[in-house]
């Protein structure tokens, strides 16, 4: 499917740059001097604007976007630890094994829950949100620590296929669970 929909758009950028061809060169048929370098100085705007929006649109803006997300990381991004907690080695294995549960959880075994927020910076395509995860005590609500992450959803060639993705600081190098939470 998304072969023969890279095919149909292909297509259809070949057949209007070879129509916009024979417009030009049916306009400036029979014409004097003065009017064809008005044509042609016309057409070659067309030509140019046609050809930096193809770029713009098939991966240029993902490229603009890829770098606010970077700035926006640089700013604020990344892993911030208030204070460290020590656990007792089956505390923290079984932390590690269950997680951090949200606020809402009934399950009290674990005195500490992580609270997520999602802002959205831009709706549109593409997407820029930033998320916050912020571990929270449950008896005193004391902020341990909380982690900050910018996230860019689509802004690529539309089409059948997931939309590409970038994020910072990377999911794999981002645990805030080992970072606040240590064993004994």
């Known amino acids: 499917m998304s072969a023969f929909y890279l095919i149909a758009v292909a297509f259809i950028w070949f057949k209007l740059t070879q129509w916009t061809g024979r417009l030009w060169l049916k306009w400036r048929k ?7 370098l008005l044509i042609d100085l016309f ?4 030509f140019l604007a046609w050809f930096a929006a193809s770029f713009w649109y098939g991966g240029g803006r993902v490229y603009y ?4 997300v970077k ?9 911030k630890v208030y204070e460290k907690v020590i656990l007792s080695s089956e505390d923290y294995d079984k ?10 959880s009934h399950d009290l075994t674990i005195p500490y829950f992580v609270k997520h927020t999602n802002i959205y910076i831009r709706k549109n395509n593409p997407t820029i949100r930033r998320s916050n995860w912020v571990v ?4 005193n609500r004391r902020i341990f620590g909380d982690s900050v992450s910018y996230h860019r959803v689509g802004g690529g060639f539309p089409g059948p296929w997931y939309s590409s993705s970038f994020s910072c ?3 794999f190098d981002f645990d805030l669970k ?3 939470f240590t064993k004994e």
């Open 178 to 180: 080992r970072a606040i």
């Open 169 to 171: 600081p990377n999911y």
């Open 30 to 36: 029979n014409k004097p001097n003065t009017s064809r």
């Open 71 to 79: 700035r926006l990381c640089a700013i604020d991004g990344g892993i």
């Open 136 to 139: 929270i005590s449950i008896h």
């Open 43 to 46: 057409f070659v705007l067309v």
């Open 95 to 104: 932390l590690m094994k269950v997680g951090l549960q949200n606020e809402n």
């Open 65 to 68: 976007y890829d770098a606010e």
